[in-house]
């Protein structure tokens, strides 16, 4: 009896807790932008929110990648984001591709968008200039896919960035016109609004955001380079003509230095510019290269133990692609059965 009691409680409490979305792409390894703006801010969620993050690999090969490379950075960022904080007994933590519901309800979902909504899409005209070799029909139904990653959790809230919050706005509509046609299907998700963590911008040209597909290795740092790499690529970070620091719009270079500092610190940007402002750019590169430093071993320290641990991640992989699939199916099956497909 009070076995019972207990189970339903937990079941109880565990219903009143929204649902998050969010993933990111294998194209590498992931770069402090993608940590300080994204990942670190995930492990703050774990507790509040059911969470589930995904290693986008089907978003990935939308540019091309090598398939050794490939296999090899989607496994190491499900070990990051264990390294980071993400407890994968609170988390859902998998493969896209381990999960064929979503590209099953992508086609279903491309049925329901318009050739219009997607011609509008910014991301869409921005990679395709980059990758003008591979303008790919994969690239222009990106955000059905993200679409369908979101709505087949029934995800209440997703932690989104700058660039996807078009992509999150047509996730909404499309879900809104399903709902008007077949009833209450898709929850309609909203983006989260929390702390949002600093844009980190490239270090070579400090007005752009800091990729990690960036063809100049010093533009942006791996949550995996090594100590001496992190210390000279900051080193060598693109400043101003000026010699000592302030924090200004029209100091992009130094303002992204100073920024860094304050997210491996954990420091205000007030209290960033006390400690900062006024030194000169050697002494104020030092002290971020080294602030980044002491951040990024203990994660680094321990993903080095998780990758070793084989038997222990691929466990995780397996156990959470298996959650992960059987609550996709609950809202594919659905979604099947509204439109008619046959039982
Ligand atoms: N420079 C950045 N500063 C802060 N946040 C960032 N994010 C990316 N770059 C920065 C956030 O990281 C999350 C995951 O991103 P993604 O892997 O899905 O792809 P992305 O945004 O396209 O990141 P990259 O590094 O620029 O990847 P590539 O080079 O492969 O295109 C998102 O929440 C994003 O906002």
Redesign the pocket.
């Given at each position: 009896m009070m076995k019972r009691v207990n189970t339903l409680s937990s079941e109880q409490t565990k219903e009143k807790k929204q649902t998050i979305f969010?993933?990111?792409?294998s194209?590498?390894v992931?770069?402090i932008?993608?940590y300080?703006?994204?990942?670190k801010n995930w492990v703050k969620l774990q507790d509040e929110y059911n969470c589930l993050f995904c290693v986008?690999d089907l978003?990935?090969i939308t540019?091309k990648q090598e398939p050794a490379k490939l296999r090899q950075s989607s496994r190491d960022l499900l070990a990051l984001y264990i390294a980071a904080g993400l407890d994968p007994e609170k988390n859902v933590m998998y493969y896209q591709s381990h999960v064929p519901q979503h590209a099953e309800l992508s086609w279903i979902l491309g049925c329901y968008t318009y050739m219009g909504e997607l011609n509008r899409m910014t991301q869409f005209k921005e990679?395709s200039q980059k990758h003008v070799e591979n303008i790919n029909a994969g690239l222009f139904t990106y955000p059905i896919l993200m679409a369908a990653d979101i709505l087949l959790y029934q995800t209440d809230l997703v932690?989104?960035?700058?660039?996807?919050k078009q992509h999150l706005e047509l996730s909404r509509d499309i879900a809104e016109r399903f709902n008007n046609i077949y009833g209450n299907v898709f929850t309609v998700p909203n983006p989260y609004i929390g702390k949002v963590?600093?844009?980190?911008?490239s270090l070579q040209e400090p007005t752009k955001?800091?990729?990690?597909?960036?063809e100049n290795v010093n533009a942006?740092i791996s949550l995996l380079d090594e100590p001496n790499v992190v210390m000279n690529k900051i080193k060598r970070a693109v400043t101003d003509s000026e010699t000592t620091a302030i924090y200004a719009d029209d100091r992009p270079g130094v303002k992204n230095l100073m920024d860094i500092y304050s997210c491996a610190t954990g420091e205000t940007i007030e209290k960033t510019k006390e400690a900062l402002e006024g030194k000169g750019y050697g002494d104020l590169k030092k002290i971020v290269g080294e602030a980044l430093v002491a951040e990024m071993e203990p994660v680094q320290k321990r993903f080095f133990e998780i990758k070793q641990d084989k038997a222990y991640l691929d466990s995780i992989i397996k156990k959470n692609a298996e959650t992960a699939s059987y609550l996709a199916n609950k809202t594919l099956r659905k979604v099947k059965k509204k439109i008619g497909f046959p039982e």
């Amino acid at each position: 009896m009070m076995k019972r009691v207990n189970t339903l409680s937990s079941e109880q409490t565990k219903e009143k807790k929204q649902t998050i979305f969010s993933g990111m792409q294998s194209t590498g390894v992931i770069t402090i932008g993608n940590y300080f703006g994204a990942l670190k801010n995930w492990v703050k969620l774990q507790d509040e929110y059911n969470c589930l993050f995904c290693v986008v690999d089907l978003h990935s090969i939308t540019v091309k990648q090598e398939p050794a490379k490939l296999r090899q950075s989607s496994r190491d960022l499900l070990a990051l984001y264990i390294a980071a904080g993400l407890d994968p007994e609170k988390n859902v933590m998998y493969y896209q591709s381990h999960v064929p519901q979503h590209a099953e309800l992508s086609w279903i979902l491309g049925c329901y968008t318009y050739m219009g909504e997607l011609n509008r899409m910014t991301q869409f005209k921005e990679k395709s200039q980059k990758h003008v070799e591979n303008i790919n029909a994969g690239l222009f139904t990106y955000p059905i896919l993200m679409a369908a990653d979101i709505l087949l959790y029934q995800t209440d809230l997703v932690p989104v960035g700058h660039d996807q919050k078009q992509h999150l706005e047509l996730s909404r509509d499309i879900a809104e016109r399903f709902n008007n046609i077949y009833g209450n299907v898709f929850t309609v998700p909203n983006p989260y609004i929390g702390k949002v963590g600093a844009r980190i911008m490239s270090l070579q040209e400090p007005t752009k955001k800091m990729s990690k597909s960036d063809e100049n290795v010093n533009a942006f740092i791996s949550l995996l380079d090594e100590p001496n790499v992190v210390m000279n690529k900051i080193k060598r970070a693109v400043t101003d003509s000026e010699t000592t620091a302030i924090y200004a719009d029209d100091r992009p270079g130094v303002k992204n230095l100073m920024d860094i500092y304050s997210c491996a610190t954990g420091e205000t940007i007030e209290k960033t510019k006390e400690a900062l402002e006024g030194k000169g750019y050697g002494d104020l590169k030092k002290i971020v290269g080294e602030a980044l430093v002491a951040e990024m071993e203990p994660v680094q320290k321990r993903f080095f133990e998780i990758k070793q641990d084989k038997a222990y991640l691929d466990s995780i992989i397996k156990k959470n692609a298996e959650t992960a699939s059987y609550l996709a199916n609950k809202t594919l099956r659905k979604v099947k059965k509204k439109i008619g497909f046959p039982e």
